[in-house]
């Protein structure tokens, strides 16, 4: 199976996005640029970091630093069109950025499968979650949304999860693609949908998310559920 990571990032959003709190470019860089040195530190050994804004988020001496620790870093950047982006949203703008880099990617050219994680954010147990994926012979998983309040909400969490490139390229990128934000008709909705109809409902190890959120600027939600840790409701498939 594969172990690489898509990281997304938007180093240098426009104006007026919706529910865009954190704006600063400096406390972005720093965010993002923390979560890539714990994925590093925690023995990933491929990251492809996809930015929408035209630039990288490593400079040339960090890439070396990692590959000293044995971890490859692939970067690849496009200016998305502001415009649509104020128009659509964030999600419309990351569904944008992974079909970009299924496109352009020479690590992703390679796997047959992937993990996507959004920029800002890394998986503490993330060993685990391999494991847990390479024993059932999982080729997508992903997991309900946690909403305010602790309480299981209508909608997916697309954060971080695992997909095979055809699942993504035939159902995700379209769901991507269709969210509005300014609607509030997003990702996380159109997603829901299609996984209880294209997927098998499942409940299985809950990933365990560290950073910060760019739409509240906040750090997120880490504190432990209790069983809901190791029986965590999600969607699967094998293929």
Not at 74 to 94: A, F, V
Not at 213 to 229: E, R
């Amino acid at each position: 199976m594969s172990s690489t990571v898509l990281i997304t990032t938007a180093n240098k959003p426009p104006k007026d996005i919706p529910y865009l709190q954190m704006t600063n470019l400096a406390t972005r860089y720093i965010t993002a640029k923390a979560a890539i040195f714990f994925w590093a530190a925690h023995g990933i050994k491929k990251i492809v970091i996809a930015d929408a804004t035209g630039g990288t988020l490593l400079n040339d001496e960090e890439v070396v630093l990692l590959k000293q620790m044995g971890v490859d870093v692939e970067q690849i950047s496009y200016c998305q069109n502001d415009d649509s982006i104020k128009l659509r949203g964030k999600g419309y703008g990351e569904g944008e950025l992974i079909k970009f880099a299924l496109k352009h990617s020479t690590f992703l050219k390679n796997e047959n499968n992937f993990f996507k994680c959004t920029g800002k954010i890394y998986c503490r147990n993330f060993e685990t979650i391999i494991e847990m994926i390479k024993q059932n012979n999982i080729q997508n998983i992903f997991w309900r949304h946690l909403g305010e309040g602790d309480s299981l909400q209508p909608w997916a969490d697309m954060r971080f999860f695992y997909t095979s490139k055809k699942f993504c390229e035939e159902y995700l990128i379209p769901a991507y693609l269709k969210s509005d934000d300014r609607k509030e008709e997003a990702v996380e909705y159109f997603s829901f949908n299609i996984f209880n109809e294209k997927l098998s409902s499942a409940k299985a190890l809950r990933p365990l998310l560290s950073g910060f959120s760019g739409g509240t600027g906040k750090q997120y939600f880490d504190l432990g559920l209790g069983m809901l840790d190791i029986s965590y409701p999600c969607w699967v498939g094998a293929q």
